[in-house]
């Protein structure tokens, strides 16, 4: 066992201790309860985005079945995860952004205030807080960013799932309402259909002005390099 890089002093883990060590190295160090923070839709270029927040009991009760990355799962194993979590976890919560707020906000600061606000509603305040990525500011509790924390910490798996299953239910409701742009398949993310579909339709209610796509669909953008599409806030990451 070792003394893993960022992880307050005390708290030990093998490097083999699969998807809950580091909630039991946190444990074992006197922090308890641990909070997993994650989002879902940041790189969609329509639709909301999605935060949430979960605390997993320590031992068995808190091991959920197929528990992994939301991107990992299928939809179906996906929604069973769901279910286990919120019917496991010692307190769980899940925020939405809609797409107003994220053109108003840039999707950075949409992204950091999705996590602070479901971590605020969490009704069992967390001793430590896991994020996925990068650090969230003014949580007032410590925490650690990881990278692709979701693969590696169950709370932020658990999160994951809940954002990534509230998120996919959103846009499916959209869907209903939008139906030329194929909201169920793609759920809001650039893809080839979808992009024919702005192309053909222009952009509707619910897509993110900031992106260069929308934009240019809008007619407010007019053959943008690519060079410059990342500071209008193009996203193209894997689909969340």
């Known amino acids: 066992m070792t003394t893993s890089p960022g992880l307050p002093r005390g708290a030990t883990i093998r490097r083999d201790a699969g998807l809950y060590g580091y909630e039991r190295a946190l444990r074992r160090a006197g922090l308890d309860p641990v909070a997993g923070v994650d989002e879902a839709g940041r790189g969609a270029c ?13 031992g068995k009760a808190g091991q959920v079945p197929e528990l992994n990355d939301s991107k990992l799962l299928t939809a179906k194993a996906r929604e069973r995860c769901y279910a286990q979590v919120t019917k496991r976890a010692l307190a769980w919560s899940v925020v939405v952004i809609d797409s107003e707020e994220c053109d108003r906000l840039g999707m950075h600061v ?15 305040r967390p001793s430590y807080v896991l994020t996925d990525g990068f650090p969230v500011d003014g949580l007032e509790v410590p925490g650690l960013a990881m990278w692709k924390g979701d693969r590696v910490a169950a709370c932020i798996s658990a999160a994951s799932v809940i954002a990534k299953v509230t998120r996919d239910r959103i846009m499916m409701q959209q869907h209903e309402r939008w139906p030329d742009y194929d909201f169920a398949t793609h759920k809001g993310y650039i893809t080839a259909e979808h992009s024919e579909a702005l192309a053909e339709h222009g952009p509707c209610p619910i897509h993110r002005m900031r992106f260069v ?3 240019r669909a809008a007619g407010l953008v007019d053959d ?11 996203d193209l990451e894997e689909s969340r």
């Open 46 to 58: 329509a639709g909301p985005l999605v935060a949430a927040a979960a605390i997993l009991p320590a």
């Open 110 to 124: 949409a992204n950091v205030e999705a996590l602070r606000r479901a971590l605020a509603r969490l009704e069992l």
């Open 213 to 215: 796509n929308v934009r």
């Open 224 to 234: 943008v390099p690519l060079s410059l599409e990342p500071q209008l806030e193009l």
